[in-house]
């Protein structure tokens, strides 16, 4: 009995040794921090996203001075839908802040006189008593200074933490502060912010006007909008990043929230390095990231081949139908034996099981001479297709998607001209249209549909949904195709 006594005595000992050791560990390198050595002063460089300020490299441990506004303003969310933002420093997300591990962060947060509310600052950076928040509350009209010193290095938000805590950070009170470890991050071709957070509108996803927050959709976690850098297509057409082939490539990606976890993804590429939730550990050669809300996560790859890589959110109802969308253009020599492109098309035949080159010239011989099929027919069978493709952008009574996909029920744009609405369906469509007074800019694939299926599909749009009634022919898809 005794002896069993000893012997546990021992393991719980040996046990806690242990335990205290790693402890010590953490304890020691964050003491080590704290005592590191703050040699002059400068002022933060402050950057709006998607940009980010220069590396710290090997510079010392100084006094960093961060000034930062308060700015309450009107704002897009997306065309035709416009939203007051909070913001710090202009921006949503707000200014990125670059600092090293050791510097003494001297900020100063002023609330404009122009502002309604008073609002303060949490940085998940800070060892401190709400992160901040405390020390910075701050009335419209007012500064205040705080400081303190960064401990860890990693990728932090900070946020608003003024009551009601959810509301201040649904209108974009939120960005990200970097602490870099002593003589900072491998260097990198290409850096950009990115930060997710999610929207709530009175109206609904699209609808006009200036639209106030909605307290209950926030508590329901119903997003009208989820969107990268405050607003849908913050990160699309020439708000796109860029590189060149051949470049490596690191993200700074946030998530605000308030609500969602974002699934941070970019089509076509593979992250070769993640700093999990911001932190040390580091993952490599992965396809999706998670960024809680309230978290963060550096991801870094290397771009090989030319073309779009699409970021999204990959929970993917948000990207194509909420905004969480945006666009990386890399630009340079195409290397064939990395990304082939479309090696061959041609058309699948179930039953000889072999793969034929597209015999255009014959098939125009062979569906020369075509029987009309009567109305009723055609609705009948352009119904189908359109409910088998054209239905997933278009809806299901044409409405479309506010600034996604146009509509086509009482389309202008359709109506006015029917030859172009046909060589929309046959070839494709990309660049800016404006249907009924709304701008779309996006993409619509070539459908490959026979001239037969082209003519049943037009005939059942035009018949429906208050359209003009065009009774569209396979000889009009034909005289389309053909000019
Ligand atoms: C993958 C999504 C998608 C599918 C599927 C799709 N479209 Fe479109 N369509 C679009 C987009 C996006 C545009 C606007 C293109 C632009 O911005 O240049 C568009 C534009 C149009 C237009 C002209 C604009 C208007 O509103 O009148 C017509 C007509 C049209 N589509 C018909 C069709 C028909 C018919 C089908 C099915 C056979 C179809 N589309 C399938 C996305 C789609
Ligand atoms: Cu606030």
Not at 5 to 17: E, G, R
Not at 29 to 39: D, E, G, L, Q, T
Not at 170 to 177: E, R
Not at 395 to 402: K, S, T
Request: charged residues 20%; glycine residues 10%; aromatic residues 8%.
């Amino acid at each position: 009995m005794r002896f069993l006594k000893t012997v546990c005595l021992l393991c719980i000992t040996s046990l806690l040794l242990t335990s205290c050791k790693s402890d010590n560990k953490k304890e020691v390198a964050i003491a080590n921090n704290a005592n590191i050595y703050v040699k002059g002063t400068m002022e933060a460089e402050l950057t709006a996203p998607p940009l980010v300020p220069a590396p710290v490299g090997n510079r010392s441990a100084k006094k960093l001075l961060v000034n930062m506004e308060i700015l309450e303003k009107e704002g897009t969310m997306t065309d035709g839908v416009q939203y007051v933002y909070w913001t710090f420093g202009g921006s949503v997300p707000g200014s990125f802040i670059r600092t090293r591990v050791g510097d003494l962060v001297e900020f100063t947060l002023s609330n404009h006189p122009d502002n309604k509310l008073p609002h303060n600052i949490d940085l998940h950076a800070v060892t401190g008593p709400g992160g901040g928040a405390e020390s910075s509350f701050v009335a419209p009209g007012h500064k205040k200074t705080f400081s303190f010193k960064t401990l860890n290095p990693g990728l932090y938000v900070y946020h608003c933490a003024t009551a009601p805590v959810g509301m201040h950070i649904a209108n974009g009170m939120y960005g990200l502060i970097l602490v870099e470890p002593e003589g900072g991050l491998p260097k990198v071709d290409k850096e950009y912010y990115i930060m997710q957070g999610d929207f709530y509108t009175k109206g609904d996803t699209g609808e006009k006007g200036l639209q106030p927050f909605d307290m209950k959709k926030a508590v329901e976690e119903d997003a009208d909008y989820v969107v990268f850098n405050g607003k849908v297509g913050a990160l699309t057409g020439d708000g796109a990043i860029t590189a060149n082939v051949g470049e490596t490539v690191r993200l700074y990606v946030g998530n605000g929230g308030p609500n969602l976890t974002s699934s941070f993804h970019v089509i076509g590429e593979i992250f070769d390095n993640v700093h999990i939730e911001g932190g040390d550990n580091i993952n490599k050669n992965v396809q999706t990231t998670s960024i809680p809300a309230g978290g963060a996560a550096i991801v870094d790859f290397k771009v090989d081949v030319p073309g779009t890589f699409i970021l999204v959110d990959h929970a993917i109802f948000r990207a194509f139908n909420k905004g969480a969308l945006g666009m990386l253009k890399v630009t340079g020599e195409e290397d064939k034996a990395l990304y082939s492109g479309v090696k061959q098309e041609g058309i699948y035949n179930p039953e000889g099981g072999t793969i034929q080159t597209m015999p255009e010239e014959d098939k125009k011989e062979v569906v020369v001479k075509i029987i009309e099929k009567s109305l009723a027919q055609k609705m009948k069978d352009g119904k189908q297709v359109y409910g088998q493709t054209c239905f997933a952008c278009h809806q299901a009574e044409g409405q479309g998607i506010p600034s996604a996909f146009p509509p086509l029920a009482k389309s202008d744009y359709l109506n006015v001209d029917v030859k172009r609405a046909i060589g929309i369906v046959l070839n494709g469509k990309t660049g800016e249209i404006t249907v009924n007074g709304e701008k779309y800019n996006s993409i619509m694939t070539k459908q490959s549909l026979t001239e037969e299926e082209v003519a049943d599909v037009m005939t059942y749009i035009y018949n429906s949904w208050g359209n003009n009634k065009t009774n569209v022919s396979v000889k009009m898809v034909k005289d389309v195709k053909n000019q």
